[in-house]
């Protein structure tokens, strides 16, 4: 009996989502809200899939991709994200994720990543070609970017979402003095004149 776990914080979206899983024939289907709820859930329920948006209260869903493979647990985890492929899909991958699906895609493209996935295949965007898909300025701050670690590149969305330093340690589990000096060195590695512009830069590239 097929069982699935989805793992986003809107009940419309999960709604959805369990419609697709029914009718794929996934019996037993769970729920979480939250990234800190994910693992637990996993141990508990042994979910076949995983279903993972990445933009999530508590716990940042490149954070729960991490935990998830250092875990060493055997479900599958489909990520299924507003985030743009350009940018997530690769770090997703890298971090243990078998299929990256954009939600500004119809679900029929859902369908056939869970299908896939469960068939033993991975399903991944075939992304265009940096060179032709991005201007000069995008290209070069697409290339900062991609030199951004995965924690970096969470606390930049943190902080171009509005959390203050304290409430981005809390999520993340650094100290404050560790969440201020990721901030002094994401100034430096993306070139902006101060952490007031980097809200800017993540809206320009679609980060947030």
Not at 137 to 160: A, F, G, P, V
């Amino acid at each position: 009996m097929k069982s699935a776990l989805i793992v986003d914080d809107h009940p419309v979206v999960r709604a959805a989502v369990k419609i697709v899983l029914m009718q794929e024939g996934f019996k037993r289907i769970y729920e979480a809200a939250c990234g800190n709820e994910v693992l637990p859930k996993i141990r508990e329920h042994k979910p076949d899939l995983v279903i993972l948006d990445l933009v999530m209260p508590s716990l940042d869903g490149l954070d729960v991709l991490t935990r998830i493979k250092a875990s060493g647990v055997p479900s599958r985890v489909l990520v299924f994200t507003s985030q743009e492929p350009i940018f997530f899909q690769d770090r997703c991958m890298h971090a243990g994720a078998v299929a990256y699906v954009a939600k500004t895609n119809d679900l029929q493209h859902l369908h056939k990543a869970v299908h896939a996935v469960m068939a033993g295949y991975t399903y991944f965007a075939q992304l265009p070609l940096a060179s032709v898909a991005l201007n000069s300025i995008q290209l070069s701050e697409k290339q900062m970017i991609d030199t951004l670690s995965d924690r970096e590149l969470t606390i930049l969305q943190y902080l171009c979402r509005g959390f203050s330093n304290k409430a981005i340690a809390e999520c993340t589990h650094l100290s404050h003095k560790t969440v201020s000096t990721y901030k002094t060195r994401l100034v430096g590695k993306l070139n902006v004149e101060s952490a007031v512009h980097l809200r800017d830069f993540a809206k320009r590239n679609h980060l947030i």
